[in-house]
T-cell receptor, first 114, second 113 residues
Framework: DQQVKQNSPSLSVQEGRISILNCDYTNSMFDYFLWYKKYPAEGPTFLISISSIKDKNEDGRFTVFLNKSAKHLSLHIVPSQPGDSAVYFCAASVGTGTASKLTFGTGTRLQVTL | DSGVTQTPKHLITATGQRVTLRCSPRSGDLSVYWYQQSLDQGLQFLIQYYNGEERAKGNILERFSAQQFPDLHSELNLSSLELGDSALYFC????????????FGPGTRLTVL
């Protein structure tokens, strides 16, 4: 049972344009959502997060939007840069304390072309 | 650099063998998490330890076990290895009250031949 789904395995975007990565979830108990970025041969790196009580969180070029009614979140990267080329994982957790565990999607490979 | 270290980086072994993966969390982090990433899959949560005690369990096989030591480093033991156990194994750590924000190590790539 895939509770967190990233239906697009890959995405190609031109440098300078907007990249939009999507994620859907099924578990209504999730109350915290995160995006991780992963380069080859490295561990995932925390990028940005959002609590379920918010619908938007912004950090520089990265913005995450949460639509709770649709159980959908998205990551917007504007403008996209070649260094953004990586695999992006959406993750969700129930609770934020010591017993949290993250449920990950399968990832979307973003390629930013010149 | 997340501050989480994992050794070894690569491990190649044969079916039926046993291996131990090691993780040192970021300084001050009390929670350690283990994840498995198989080919083209997302990360699957295996197990979590908090200050030496098991706190949460995911889809961890009975052949796998883990522990967290008094100095907070953790080891994941995989025994009776099968070909399907070949994967990337990641360790993550977090501060006590922010378990949803986890910092990942570089991973150990296990290949079972």
């Amino acid at each position: 049972d895939q509770q967190v789904k990233q239906n697009s395995p890959s995405l190609s975007v031109q440098e300078g344009r907007i990249s939009i990565l999507n994620c859907d979830y099924t578990n209504s108990m999730f109350d915290y959502f995160l995006w991780y970025k992963k380069y080859p041969a490295e561990g995932p790196t925390f990028l940005i997060s959002i609590s379920s009580i918010k619908d938007k969180n912004e950090d520089g070029r990265f913005t995450v939007f949460l639509n709770k009614s649709a159980k959908h979140l998205s990551l917007h990267i504007v403008p996209s840069q070649p260094g953004d080329s990586a695999v992006y994982f959406c993750a969700a957790s129930v609770g934020t304390g010591t017993a949290s565990k993250l449920t990950f999607g399968t990832g979307t490979r973003l390629q930013v072309t010149l | 650099d997340s501050g989480v270290t994992q050794t070894p980086k690569h491990l190649i072994t044969a079916t039926g063998q046993r291996v131990t993966l090691r993780c040192s969390p970021r300084s001050g982090d009390l929670s350690v998490y283990w994840y498995q990433q198989s080919l083209d899959q997302g990360l699957q949560f295996l197990i979590q330890y908090y200050n030496g005690e098991e706190r949460a369990k995911g889809n961890i096989l009975e052949r796998f076990s883990a522990q967290q030591f008094p100095d907070l480093h953790s080891e994941l033991n995989l025994s009776s290895l099968e070909l399907g156990d070949s994967a990337l194994y990641f360790c993550a750590s977090s501060v006590a009250d922010r378990g949803h924000e986890q910092f990942f190590g570089p991973g150990t790539r296990l290949t079972v031949l």
